[in-house]
């Protein structure tokens, strides 16, 4: 049984998720970038559905992000301490909690969440989302990166296949891509770019733009 809720055990995923998703490391990549241009003093970070550190990994070692305090949060116990064992410092932190069951009030200067809530539906994504808005302070940044879902069925069949395409030519056999593609709608539901951009709205961020997208995974911004 998998110690998460993702495609993948803790043990396999990394070497997993960059066999799965297109252009995987731009969105830690992009989310440094957005974070460097708005801030140039010491932050807080809070970074949601963690996993094994990724986005800690990018944004601590990154000499132009000054993190004063970052926490690594998931609702995986496993995924945490992994995420520990990795990068235990004085300025970090290490949450085992649910996306939808956050406590933070007016905590953080930014808040992530990178391929986290297309597990959820529609009512447990919009209290993750607003708990997500919650633990902002005023003016600060939340940021996403989501699969997301096309606007029709002929783009859907095209974008599915498309994918799965990518995942054989980066080791997985064509098995293992099928079974993962039979996933969509099923295991995880992505929402369209347009209910993103809604959905944040609603849940009181006043600006809301788009950062990045491809295919079938987007990047949104969203500012407190």
């Known amino acids: 049984m998998k110690d998460n809720l993702s495609a993948f055990d803790s043990t396999e995923y990394d070497l997993k998720i960059k066999q799965t998703l297109p ?18 003093g010491k932050i807080s970070w809070l970074d949601v559905g963690c996993g094994t ?3 800690g990994s990018i944004a601590l ?12 949060c ?13 990068f235990k410092s004085d300025n970090t932190e290490f949450n085992v909690c649910d996306a939808r069951k956050l406590t933070y009030i007016n905590e953080f200067d930014v808040v992530t969440a990178i391929q986290v809530f ?39 069949d095209i974008y599915l296949k498309r994918w799965e395409r990518y995942q054989v030519r980066q080791g997985k056999t064509p ?28 849940c009181g961020f006043k600006a809301v733009e788009i950062i990045w997208l491809s295919n079938m995974q987007a990047g949104v911004w969203g500012i407190k």
């Open 23 to 40: 252009y995987y490391e731009d969105f830690f990549d992009q989310t440094a970038e957005l974070v460097k241009t708005k801030y140039d």
């Open 53 to 55: 550190g990724k986005m």
């Open 61 to 72: 070692n990154d000499t132009d992000i000054d993190i004063g305090r970052f926490v690594f």
């Open 74 to 86: 998931d609702s995986s116990r496993e995924m945490t301490d992994t995420a520990c064992k990795r």
């Open 118 to 156: 297309h597990y959820f539906d529609m009512k447990d994504r919009r209290t993750a989302v607003k708990n997500c808005y919650d633990a902002l302070k005023e003016n600060g940044s939340f940021i996403t990166f989501e699969n997301i879902s096309p606007f029709t069925d002929i783009g859907t």
């Open 175 to 202: 098995d293992e891509a099928r079974k993962h593609i039979q996933r969509y709608g099923k295991d995880y539901f992505p929402i369209t770019i347009n209910e993103h951009l809604k959905l944040m709205q609603d």
